[in-house]
């Protein structure tokens, strides 16, 4: 069984800070997954499977292989 996490935002926030707190998730992952049980099963190359709503245009900004749609 798996659990779906996704953060959401407002419109209008701005490419950078999304780029941002998408940035500092993925850096974190570790300390994130030492704060909840939950959290250890984050994985990047996971993050945009099956998503029912689209990405906010900063996250995909990364690099790491998020898709930009």
Do not use: Q
């Amino acid at each position: 069984m798996a659990i779906t996490n996704i953060l959401v935002t407002r419109a209008d926030l701005s490419d950078e800070v999304a780029y941002e707190m998408t940035k500092l998730l993925f850096e974190n992952l570790t300390r994130l997954g030492n704060s909840h049980s939950a959290a250890k099963d984050i994985k990047l190359e996971n993050a945009a499977k099956n998503l029912p709503i689209a990405m906010h245009p900063g996250a995909p900004l990364l690099g790491w292989g998020l898709p930009t749609s």
